[in-house]
């Protein structure tokens, strides 16, 4: 079967991919084995490797090799693995791939630090992911990538459609799964969905396919993904005034238009704010989302700002921040466990810093998102802003957990994703900051004593405008 549909694919122009589990029914198959039984390890791995090789020489050109369930003692993402034996058949299963199939891209999941492209599994990262990756979803509101029976719920056309848009506008590629049937068959909802974005597609397929991350931080109504000198405007959220501002752009606008227009009737572009912004009239040629096309008189620059709105809460994340410091580090996550936070700050002399621009002056309340281990609490912080008089805030236990951040369980048995960290962090205000002019900004978050070794896991930073 899998021969005829390989044969099938040749000349479509399509890739070809191969998934590859551990057979972890192997009579022989025990993580304890490699150091308790060293010659049943030992089959089980020859076992691995044989059916590796027949998968990479019985069915033509392979073109991405994706693991699944990573060997005992692998990690995901680009991670040494730790125990030499298991170290030493992951690099042989590595030469095996790029000897007999040397054009095929392999995933990160338990390929030591040679995978070729990151793969979080039912998340979208804040910030997308350095270098190559692809977020892994399913269509269905389950967690598994099977069957799970008629009776399942499924994600709107819609909320696809707009998570693609995210993914594509962050530099990534979706992974979407479908959970058939025995005969093949799907269910309804997925059906449904599937139909619904190829419909979104056959309309906007040129603003995703072939695209670039948006050179945007923060816009409000919606995503940007890029080709060359054209940007490809996602309008999730139609503006109601008509006018869609591009806050930051500094190349200038030589043409616009709806991609759905095929008379590319001109969009004029106007200025708001002393900003560049286009004059997109009063209705939305879209209901999921209204692509509108820019092309620039060069290579797309920005100047990229966190932007208070009037009257609303600013969110400063963690992804957005610059920061100083010896072993300071952003955390993106990896597989299923979720990252999005700075981590070991460790040092006085640690250093976070975000630029923001705000419209209107006034007070606003400081509060910041953090994980703190129940014990490791009653560190100290100062937050600054614009040079002032700082505040100061003493860290509190947000949560009891052991071990890594990234391996924290949820806290609800059965309820989401099994390393679902999030409920972890919490809010802790610390007090008011007066923002004296209109402009721009800058908010500066530094530890002042440790208590117990490192200072907070930091998600962000917020300011609310304080009620009058």
């Known amino acids: 079967m899998g021969r005829t549909v390989r044969l099938a694919e040749e000349g479509s122009g399509r890739r070809f991919a191969i998934i590859v589990e551990l057979r972890l029914r192997h009579p022989d198959f025990s993580p304890t084995h490699v150091d308790r039984d060293p010659a049943a390890w030992r089959r089980f791995a020859d076992y691995q490797l044989g059916q590796l090789r027949e ?103 819609a909320e696809l459609v707009r998570t693609l848009i995210e993914i594509a506008s962050k530099g990534g590629n979706l992974l979407l799964n479908v959970g058939p049937r025995g005969d093949g068959e799907l269910i309804a909802g997925e059906y449904a969905a599937l139909a619904g974005i190829g419909a979104w597609m056959r309309r906007n397929g040129e603003s995703i396919y072939g695209t670039t991350r948006s050179p945007f931080y923060d816009l409000p109504w919606g995503r940007v993904t890029t080709r060359g000198n054209r940007l490809y405007l996602h309008v999730l959220d139609w503006p109601a005034d008509g006018v869609l501002g591009l806050p930051g752009l500094k190349t200038p606008i030589k043409a616009a238009w709806n991609l759905a227009d095929t008379t590319r009737q001109a969009i004029a572009p106007t200025q708001r704010n002393d900003e560049p912004a286009l004059l997109v009239g009063m209705t939305a040629t879209d209901p999921i989302s209204s692509v509108i096309v820019v092309e620039l ?172």
């Open 297 to 468: 008189g060069g290579k797309p620059e920005v100047k990229n700002l966190l932007r208070a709105r009037e009257g609303a809460a600013l969110l400063l994340p963690a992804g957005r921040a610059t920061f100083e410091g010896e072993s300071v580090r952003y955390n993106y996550g990896r597989s299923t466990r979720h990252g999005g936070f700075l981590e070991n700050l460790v040092s006085t002399g640690d250093r976070i810093s975000w630029d923001f621009t705000a419209a209107t002056p006034g007070s606003y309340r400081v509060s910041l998102e953090y994980a703190v281990q129940t014990g490791r609490e009653g560190s100290s912080f100062t937050v600054q802003v614009d040079g002032s008089a700082p505040l100061r805030g003493t860290t509190h236990a947000t949560a009891a957990w052991e071990g890594p951040l990234l391996e924290v369980r949820t806290n609800t048995p059965g309820k989401g994703e099994a390393n679902d960290n999030r409920w972890t962090f919490k809010s802790h205000e610390v007090g008011t900051v007066q923002l004296v002019r209109p402009g721009e900004h800058r908010l500066v978050v530094e530890p002042e004593k440790l208590a117990h070794g490192y200072l907070f896991f930091l998600k962000s930073v917020t300011l609310t405008p304080a009620t009058p």
């Open 55 to 157: 998968l990479l020489t019985h069915y033509g050109k392979i073109d991405i090799v994706w693991f699944d369930i990573q060997w005992p003692y692998a990690d995901n993402g680009p991670v040494r693995v730790a125990h030499p034996v298991v170290r030493g058949d992951v690099l042989k299963m590595m030469q095996l791939i790029r000897t007999l199939q040397p054009d095929a891209i392999v995933n990160d999941r338990g390929t030591d630090v040679y995978g070729d492209f990151h793969t979080p599994e039912q998340r979208v990262p804040e910030t997308g992911l350095p270098g190559a990756w692809e977020s892994n979803l399913t269509i269905t509101n389950e967690r598994g990538y099977w069957f799970k029976g008629d009776q399942v719920s499924s994600k709107s056309p």
